[in-house]
């Protein structure tokens, strides 16, 4: 490849439109890009001169005209009339027009580079965005890694290194952690890092199923073993777990009768089936999770210790996510994204509610953020994710402000500014007050747990409270 043709390969790449006149306002090049704003064939367009497009109105300004004459950079804006749309509306684009000068000091081509100001816009709030996340964790976003786990923090650093280790043997695990930590999130790292990852990773929540269907999902069932089992009889889990993983999740919940059974299983890889007589050799890996504390169930006399003993061979905590306040931003970043591709959406977070979303203690863990960034991104009405769309799903918020001033004096400014930022936006009355019905029902549901109690409360009827907990997703 020749130099030149390098070159022009370069600048068809750009994401910008580029074009290039000679010194009488000749199109002599132009990019993919700018021909794909213009609609034009390549061809064509290069048979151009740039007065064409202002003689016909298609633009309001030659830029290019003002450089032949001043000899400087120009940056300015120009209104380009696009002939394809309905009412050939106008598009704004910035364009920067830069001279090339020949030995003598004359302009003897001028490098234009075109950018619609609706794409200036994009990346201005997506550098924006990355500025802001990187002030909370003091460096740029970390990368998610497999299964969604988000380690900025060094608690979960700790916790993606020891479940890396152990992912290379067939070590039993025992993962501990609050309610919605991502213990299942961890366990299906460890199964993917592992040797047995070609082989299904099979998880049973054991608080989900009753103790005599628990039995049966675990162990499996002969034809004919009791009302209502299946002709043909079942695979239990640890046979379809066979040459993989099996992961028994809240296992704190396993009556203590079972337990023996499990042990034994664990112990020698061998099942039997209800009903069966004889015993099946099954090659399994371990991983189980609690979200109490099972030494004490011991001491209770409501877990076996010579059970929690063989679970508890490899200990993995996950850290809370108030402990771990580094991955709060990433993670919210994370889950913007993923909503926003989801649904097809364009939404950003303001630096305020960046802060709100910071200073939470998130008693839902990992859960409750995820879940919260998906109301935010189908219930906010602007492209920005602003303080009051998120006030309602939070309780109780704290100032949007890390300012030393207190929670009412920074509060009020961000009000008002939020009210300015309605008005610009074009936000009307009505869509505002959907808004306040929206938070106030939200938040009777929240404190009432009941939809009969928030209608006597709001002074309504359960199923008006019900129709608005459809309609606002609540």
């Known amino acids: 490849m020749n130099e030149g043709h390098f070159f022009e390969t370069i600048l068809d790449n750009f994401t910008d439109g580029v074009y290039i006149l000679d010194d009488k306002g000749n199109y002599i090049f132009v990019n993919s890009a700018y021909l794909q704003s213009l609609n034009m064939p390549k061809d064509v367009l290069l048979h151009y001169n740039v007065h064409d497009f202002l003689d016909t109105g298609q633009i309001d300004v030659c830029i290019s005209d003002i450089v032949y004459q001043e000899k400087r950079q ?30 003598d000091g004359e302009i003897r081509n001028i490098l234009a580079v075109v950018r619609p100001l609706d794409k200036l816009n994009s990346l201005y709030y997506q550098a924006s965005q990355s500025t802001m996340v990187s002030e909370f964790s003091g460096s740029p976003p970390s990368p998610v890694t497999g299964g969604g786990i988000v380690a900025e923090s060094n608690g979960m650093r700790t916790v993606l290194a020891t479940a890396a280790t152990v992912a ?9 952690g609050e309610s ?11 199964h993917d890092s592992s040797p047995r990852h070609v082989k299904p990773l099979v998880v049973i929540n054991c608080a989900s199923l009753p103790e005599n269907l628990l039995e049966a999902e675990l162990f499996g069932y002969e034809k004919g073993a009791f009302t209502g089992a299946a002709p043909g009889g079942k695979a239990g889990l640890f046979e379809e777990a066979d040459g993989g993983t099996l992961f028994l999740d809240e296992i704190n919940s396993m009556p203590v009768n079972l337990q023996g059974k499990v042990l034994r299983a664990i112990e020698t890889k061998t099942i039997q089936r209800i009903g069966a007589t004889k015993v099946k050799k099954v090659d399994f890996r371990l991983l189980s999770a609690t979200n109490e504390d099972l030494e004490r169930l011991v001491e209770e006399k409501r877990f076996r210790p010579d059970l929690y003993y063989r679970l508890a061979v490899i200990p993995i905590r996950i850290p809370p996510l108030r402990e771990r306040k580094a991955d709060i931003i990433p993670l919210a970043q994370h889950f913007l994204n993923y909503f926003c591709e989801k649904y097809a959406k364009d939404k950003v977070f303001t630096q305020q509610t960046l802060n709100v979303i910071h200073a939470y203690d998130w008693p839902g863990n990992v859960r409750e953020l995820k879940n919260f960034i998906e109301r935010s991104v189908v219930m906010s009405m602007g492209r920005q994710i602003e303080v009051l769309d998120v006030s309602s799903f939070i309780d109780p918020v704290p100032p949007p402000s890390s300012s030393p001033v207190s929670g009412r004096q920074a509060y009020a400014p961000a009000i008002d500014a939020q009210y300015e930022q309605m008005l610009t936006s074009g936000v009307s009355l009505e869509q505002y007050l959907e808004r306040c019905e929206r938070e106030y029902v939200g938040y009777a549901l929240r404190k009432f747990q009941n939809s009969y ?3 006597d409360a709001l002074k309504t009827s359960q199923s008006s409270i019900m129709r608005r907990k459809k309609k606002y997703f609540l």
């Open 168 to 176: 290379e043997v067939d070590s039993a695990v025992l993962i501990t």
């Open 74 to 103: 120009v940056v300015m804006f120009q209104d380009v009339l696009d002939t394809l749309s309905y009412g050939r509306k106008a598009i704004r684009q910035m364009v920067i027009s830069t001279p090339i000068f020949d030995e």
């Open 453 to 455: 109690k928030a209608a």
């Open 180 to 190: 919605g930590t991502g213990k299942e999130v961890v366990a299906q790292f460890v």
